[in-house]
């Protein structure tokens, strides 16, 4: 079975890229070059599928808030 995940990518304070998978609960890691964040994307996503079924959200997108302090 071939299953298709969104992924959230982040560039932290020390340059690395953080990626997360919201389908499967505590799925993300790291690396220092996204073509690396992206193998590590699908091992990650591989391992969490041996112990867990992905949550069927629907992805809607991302929005930037602007906050006063």
Not at 37 to 56: D, G, H, Q, T
């Amino acid at each position: 079975m071939v299953y298709e995940f969104n992924v959230v990518i982040e560039k932290d304070e020390d340059g690395y890229y953080v990626a997360s998978v919201p389908a499967l609960r505590g799925c993300h890691t790291q690396a220092k070059s996204l073509d690396v964040l992206m193998k590590r994307v699908r091992e990650v996503i591989a391992l969490c599928l041996e112990v867990e079924e992905p949550v069927s959200n629907e992805f809607i997108g991302v929005q930037r808030v602007a906050v006063s302090k």
